[in-house]
């Protein structure tokens, strides 16, 4: 039995070019490649922008070569069978109209390939809208509630969004019959092809509105004042931004609300300062306190906590107070609260305590700290008279 002879790859004819080598590609290019190369080819050989002698033909060679390549199954018999394969077309099917080509047209030279009424009656979303909000230390670390007034778009209640005066109803745009869309055929060298536009008269909708609402004009929306509760989140940070999703603009044609974005801003306290889920505070003890020791009642956002200083306290030290900062965000628990120790050195002393300071002078002579011996506490306890 003989095996049958495999298909040959038949030569492109002589009087006709290959379609690979007019768009100046290999047979291995990918569709990605002959689109850039269309696209390319096209904004040099088109008739409105080359007004050359040959530039018409070319071009029309170059949307003969892509209409063929850009069809997979098309481009498949000419890798096998070449021209004859595509029958007496020669590949070439004229224009009847754009179809995939229309966006590239658009592209390239601008004109209205593709209709935008499609647009106007589809559904769309409404814009967000953005405020900021001012809240205290405090409430940010635990959180609240703020009623918050916002403007914005809304269906018209007078009209229920048709845009018609009540007791009247929009009717067909009777240029384009409702569709949005005005088609006018165009012939050109080659060929003739339906240029696609958005109703002049109506915009795209497909209807107009004769008696127009006298709220919104024919508009459909209003612009309207909103009280809205909104729940600062526990833990917010100066700065940090909240969605409140569907408070923004009025969709379209039933197109979804946009989202409310409301800026948080965290006033200073006097006290407390903050650093990440941390609250920092200061806190001054006097000479006395830091030498000899004491407990002492320190300020927290739940109260005051008792902390014990012990005698010899440096300014500078730290105390960590667990659980007693931010709340974490998204996440359970706090933070911490770090009290900073500073040692604050008397400015106006009355004539009693200038002179135990002076009784302690007199004990301490010249000696720095890091030179007295153990005893220095108990010694300073006694010129004090503790």
Not at 56 to 81: C, G, I, W
Request: hydrophobic share 30%; proline share 6%; charged share 25%.
């Amino acid at each position: 039995m003989h095996a049958l002879p495999l298909p040959a790859v038949m030569e492109p004819m002589a009087d006709r070019k290959d379609y690979y080598e007019i768009l100046g590609l290999p047979r291995t290019a990918g569709q990605d490649d002959i689109r850039a190369a269309y696209r390319r080819l096209a904004r040099r050989y088109h008739p409105d922008v080359n007004r050359g002698p040959e530039a018409a033909e070319t071009f029309k060679e170059v949307n003969e070569a892509y209409q063929v390549l850009n069809d997979p199954s098309r481009r498949q018999t000419y890798d096998r069978l070449g021209h004859a394969g595509l029958g007496e077309t020669n590949g070439f099917e004229g224009f009847t109209g754009f179809g995939g080509l229309g966006d590239i047209f658009e592209d390239l030279f601008g004109f209205g390939m593709r209709s935008s009424a499609r647009a106007h009656r589809a559904p769309q979303r409404g814009s967000d809208l953005h405020l900021s909000i001012s809240v205290t230390f405090r409430d940010a670390v635990f959180g609240c509630s703020r009623d918050i007034e916002v403007t914005r778009l809304e269906p018209c209640d007078r009209c229920g969004g048709s845009g018609a005066e009540p007791g009247t109803t929009p009717s067909r745009c009777s240029t384009c019959g409702g569709t949005g869309e005005v088609r006018r055929m165009q012939q050109t060298i080659l060929g003739s092809f339906v240029n696609v536009t958005t109703c002049p008269t109506c915009g795209g909708r497909g209807e107009v509105v004769s008696t127009r609402c006298g709220k919104c004009v024919g508009e459909r929306q209003v612009r309207r004042e909103r009280t809205i509760q909104f729940r600062v989140p526990a833990g917010v940070d100066d700065g940090m931004r909240v969605r409140l999703s569907g408070e923004g603009d009025v969709g379209v044609n039933g197109g979804p609300a946009g989202n409310l974005y409301v800026t948080v801003q965290v006033q200073e306290d006097p006290q407390f300062r903050r650093r990440e889920s941390d609250i920092i505070l200061d806190f001054p003890i006097n000479i006395a306190q830091a030498a000899l020791g004491s407990t002492v009642a320190v300020p927290t956002l739940d109260g005051d906590e008792a902390i014990k200083i012990p005698a010899g306290t440096q300014s500078g030290r730290t105390y960590r107070l667990r659980g007693k900062g931010v709340p974490h965000l998204q996440r359970t628990g706090r933070g911490d609260q770090i009290v900073i120790l500073h040692v604050a050195t008397p400015t106006n002393l009355t004539p009693k305590q200038r002179e135990l300071f002076e009784a302690l002078a007199e004990t301490m002579g010249d000696e720095t700290i890091a030179e007295q011996e153990p005893g220095f506490i108990d010694r300073m306890k006694g010129a004090l008279g503790i």
